[in-house]
């Protein structure tokens, strides 16, 4: 057990995952009931706002505190550039060990998001496969018994939940200093392949239906969120449920192997004095606004994620409603080590010092670069692309309203209060709304601190990745 005054600090992020289909948000589904058990011991967060709808700019704002704008890391440049201070860094300066775990393929060398990392573990499907396996074989063997947690076929997040009590537990017995532990699952990510187990587990004993979820071919295609969104591929509602059941069903397997996570750390006594955080860095589009997956978009489906927190300076069982944004958990972590960074004139503050002064923020900010990286995947199937891919969007989000500004002149306004699914665009009967946030957007502008950086070309370090990220739709 770590015996010095800083806490362990264990992030854990969920990809994709909406918050609207958490169950302790609401959800009617009972999607994540670990979490919600982990939940009570700390405070849920109502109205986290992510500062970009898809991973390399998301997660670049949390280990830096920046906005997409300022750090750099974003569609047109996917690499974090060397000047721009981590966490991870920041922590491993001040006595932490910093160890990272991850399936996302974008954590690769190229992107520069292990910076500061002591240790990185990037899992492939194909290591995800022997594992598999190896535990098919020892199910022959009688040596895997049916009441192991791992009898299930878990997947790649339950590979991680392995290597990551395995390395806990050898930092926790041999008493050493703090870590900051960081990992990455990506269940709930197109294309969605929940074992058969987590979807009747869902769903109950309808065979007729588990049947369809998994002969739907659809469902595990790595492409089909790209033909949709162009509107080459015509999904009926039938088929849109199915998609929603399937995204739930993986995300109950998530949360299983977040609660054999917690069930781990919990034995081995790395919780005590432990800040925990467990976060999606983006949300998913399951058909709203016509369209799939996470990007060409900054809706409140993609931009509105879960966020609990359980530690110092966060109640017990406290559902705290106002707006903040994943950028804070930047300041949030440092505040919770007590690493003081006098230079951090421009942060968003801890989330902490907002919970002891019941504040929130007034405006929340978001970004979305023009998509160079996704462009050419789907130049794979039309080379007739409209101008969403030549095109950078911002958000403003309030508690109220959200206005949507777009370089092809589309913009868009929203009355979250009475439209939350954003789906009657106001703008042009609300001009003194619009008037007013356009200055906000240009104070704002203004005090951005745009860190200098140089033109990264590749982020891809090898073919292996590069064919996971084109099974993504990326490429």
């Excluded at 994620?305 to 406290?318: A, D, Q, T």
Aim: proline share 4%; net charge neutral.
């Amino acid at each position: 057990m770590n015996n010095s005054k800083q806490p362990n600090i264990i992030v854990l992020i969920l990809d994709a995952l909406r918050a609207d289909h958490v169950s302790c948000y609401g959800y009617h589904r009972n999607t994540t009931p670990n979490i919600d058990r982990i939940s009570a011991q700390g405070t849920i967060f109502l109205e986290t706002i992510a500062t970009a709808p898809w991973t390399v700019p998301s997660v670049a704002s949390i280990f830096t505190g920046c906005y997409p704008s300022e750090h750099g890391a974003t569609q047109e440049n996917p690499h974090l550039d060397d000047l721009v201070p981590t966490l991870a860094q920041i922590l491993s300066e001040n006595g932490y060990e910093t160890i990272g775990f991850s399936t996302n393929p974008w954590f690769n060398p190229g992107t520069n998001l292990r910076k500061g990392f002591n240790e990185f573990n990037l899992f492939s499907n194909e290591k995800s496969r022997k594992k598999h396996i190896k535990r098919k074989l020892l199910q022959q063997l009688h040596l895997l018994k049916k009441g192991s947690r791992f009898f299930v076929e878990p997947g790649n997040s339950h590979d991680i939940v392995d290597e990551i009590s395995t390395t806990v537990a050898s930092r926790t017995h041999r008493n050493s200093k703090p870590f900051f532990l960081y990992a990455h699952f990506m269940d709930p990510h197109l294309p969605y392949e929940p074992y058969k187990e987590y979807i009747r587990r869902m769903i109950g004993n309808d065979k007729g239906m588990i049947k369809k979820i998994m002969d739907c071919q659809l469902i595990r295609d790595g492409l089909v969120h790209v033909r949709y969104n162009l509107g080459l591929e015509r999904i009926d509602k039938e088929t849109i449920d199915l998609f929603k059941l399937a995204y739930d069903a993986a995300i109950l397997q998530l949360d299983d192997a977040i609660g054999a996570l917690i069930e781990c750390l919990e034995k081995a006594g790395a919780l005590d004095s432990s800040l925990i955080i467990i976060a999606a860095d983006h949300g998913e589009n399951i058909g709203d606004h016509r369209l799939m997956d996470h990007q060409l978009c900054l809706y409140d489906t993609l931009l509105k994620v879960p966020l609990v927190i359980i530690g110092e300076g966060f109640p017990r069982k406290k559902r705290y409603e106002k707006q903040v944004q994943l950028h804070q958990l930047f300041d949030t972590i440092l505040e919770g080590a007590s690493i003081n960074r006098g230079d951090r004139v421009n942060g968003a503050g801890s989330l902490q010092r907002m919970i002891k002064d019941s504040t929130g923020l007034e405006y929340a900010f978001s970004e979305y670069a023009r998509p160079d990286q996704i462009k050419s995947g789907y130049l794979r199937i039309t080379p007739a692309l409209d101008a969403r891919f030549d095109t950078r969007l911002k958000s403003i989000r309030t508690p109220r309203f959200k206005y949507i500004q777009s370089e092809n002149g589309d913009d868009e306004l929203y009355n979250l209060e009475s439209d939350p699914g954003e789906e009657k665009n106001i703008l042009s009967v609300n001009e003194e709304i619009l008037h007013e946030f356009k200055k906000v957007f240009v104070k704002w502008q203004s005090n951005l601190t745009v860190h200098s950086r140089s033109k990264h070309h590749s982020s891809i370090s090898n073919d292996a990745i590069a064919n996971q990220l084109k099974g993504l739709g990326y490429m």
